[in-house]
């Protein structure tokens, strides 16, 4: 099993920034779609960028609406870690943020939760 293990949250003011980051504790993801999603309290989890993995270590990568020009996700595979680099924070990022791994390098839904298969414990994020 995959277990994840995220870091970087925290509080920050109305158009500040963060990385979070995602590491392995046990197994890898180096041949895994790595998603982060979050969740908002009273909302329903939301995907919000995503990677591929096209085994030289880098892949394509999508973005929700709301993250586009703000957020940017990327990986190292040799260090097993997928971070995603937010900037430009609104209150509306208010929430904890997942990691998670799928069970194949490409997902047709990368944006969507439900196609994730490994999750961490979150992280939260919180914009004032």
């Known amino acids: 099993d995959v277990q994840l293990v995220e870091s970087g949250g925290g509080s920050v003011q109305d158009g500040g920034s963060l990385r979070l980051s995602c590491a392995a504790r046990t197994g890898t993801f180096r041949s895994a779609c790595m998603g982060w999603i979050r969740q908002a309290p009273g909302k329903e989890r939301e995907g919000v960028a995503a990677?591929?993995?096209?085994?030289?270590?880098?892949?394509?990568?999508y973005y929700a609406d709301s993250a586009k020009g703000r957020f940017t996700i990327s990986r190292n595979s040799a260090e097993n870690t997928v971070y995603l680099h937010m900037t430009n924070l609104c209150p509306e990022d208010t929430a904890m943020y997942y990691c998670a791994a799928a069970n194949h390098p490409y997902i047709l839904t990368p944006m969507d939760p439900s196609a994730y298969y490994y999750w961490g414990q979150g992280t939260q994020v919180t914009v004032s």
């Open positions: 990677i591929e993995t096209n085994y030289l270590g880098g892949g394509g990568t």
